[in-house]
């Protein structure tokens, strides 16, 4: 049974199953939204920044974080 926002109705007895069905429909709503995320929320081409910096950074390490930085904003307004 697909939810329904129109159940139960103001006024009405209260009926278990109804509820129940109600619950069952949206949490199957829920975890179909959960998956279809989980598999676009992945990017393989995006993978944590390892650098070790010097004390104080030196010009090619600021710009690898800057590079990076780039990167990761480009692959976020893609989405």
Do not use: C, H, Y
């Not at 619950?23 to 995006?46: F, G, K, S, V």
């Amino acid at each position: 049974m697909p939810f329904d926002p129109t159940k139960p109705a103001n006024g009405s007895p209260n009926s278990s199953a109804e509820m129940r069905a109600q619950l069952t429909a949206l949490n199957d709503r829920i975890n179909t939204l959960e998956a279809a995320l989980a598999n676009t929320a992945q990017n393989p081409n995006l993978s944590t920044l390892n650098i070790a910096l010097s004390d104080p950074p030196t010009r090619p390490e600021v710009q690898q974080i800057l590079d990076f930085m780039n990167t990761l904003l480009n692959q976020i307004i893609r989405v």
